[in-house]
Nanobody, 122 residues
Framework: VQLQASGGGLVQPGGSLRLSCEAS????????IGWFRQAPGKEREWVSC??????YTADSVKGRFTISRDVAKSTVYLQMNDLKPEDTAVFYC??????????????????WGQGTQVTVSS
């Protein structure tokens, strides 16, 4: 599975961005997909996950970030609203190595996209 993340950029506080994670080489259907982020000097942080029948979002972004999937386009999205300076990070998407796992089943995120920079600043 090859993943291509895109959609990052510079946005003012309170603004919105939609990140995309497009997959090739294999279907995203029935495969858990996660979004992660890493801010400068900090460890990578899990942000959100989507599987065949459920979605999960970290408390730090709940209510502001929404994950969704378009199976036909082999793309997973992360809609980010009301962005804050502390959301500044490189965002990565990752795909479970195995089909059929849920987000809470300990997916093996073996496939990673290249990352897209999100900068929230006035």
């Amino acid at each position: 599975v090859q993943l291509q993340a895109s959609g990052g950029g510079l946005v003012q506080p309170g603004g919105s961005l939609r990140l995309s994670c497009e997959a090739s080489g294999s279907t995203l259907e029935h495969r858990a997909i996660g979004w992660f982020r890493q801010a400068p000097g900090k460890e990578r942080e899990w942000v959100s996950c989507i599987s065949s029948d459920s979605t999960y979002t970290a408390d730090s972004v709940k209510g502001r970030f929404t994950i969704s999937r378009d199976v036909a386009k082999s793309t997973v999205y992360l809609q980010m609203n009301d962005l804050k300076p502390e959301d500044t990070a490189v965002f990565y998407c990752a795909a479970d190595r195995w089909l059929g796992n849920g987000c809470l089943s300990g997916p093996d995120f073996s496939f990673w996209g290249q990352g897209t920079q999100v900068t929230v600043s006035s």
